[in-house]
């Protein structure tokens, strides 16, 4: 479950939450002035976005080497093609 709590209410309440985390495996939206600028995370699930963020940041730098030399111009022609494709297939199937 994600709950949000403001910082104040969160500096306040800081051991309940480290417990709700830890134990309930729950997160946590810190909020200042009402806009979200934290979140806390049990850490097994922060291992998984850590992970998954440099198997993405390696995936970018493959597809970066792959493209470099290929204009920008063309490179974005290329992908919008793919995507009206791919959109027009789901269109496709989703309306039989």
Avoid: W
Avoid at 7 to 17: I, P, S, Y
Avoid at 33 to 46: H, I, N, Q, T
Avoid at 67 to 87: C, K, M, Q, W, Y
Wanted: glycine share 4%.
């Amino acid at each position: 479950m994600i709950t949000q709590a403001s910082a104040v209410t969160f500096r306040q309440n800081l051991g309940e939450m480290l417990n709700q985390v830890q134990f309930r495996h729950d997160s946590i939206v810190i909020n200042k002035d009402g806009k979200p600028v934290a979140a806390l995370v049990d850490a097994r699930l922060f291992e998984r976005m850590r992970r998954m963020q440099n198997r993405f940041d390696a995936l970018c730098q493959r597809i970066e080497a792959g493209f470099a030399t290929t204009p920008e111009n063309e490179g974005l022609a290329e992908i919008e093609s793919a995507v009206a494709e791919e959109r027009s297939k789901y269109r496709a199937s989703s309306s039989r």
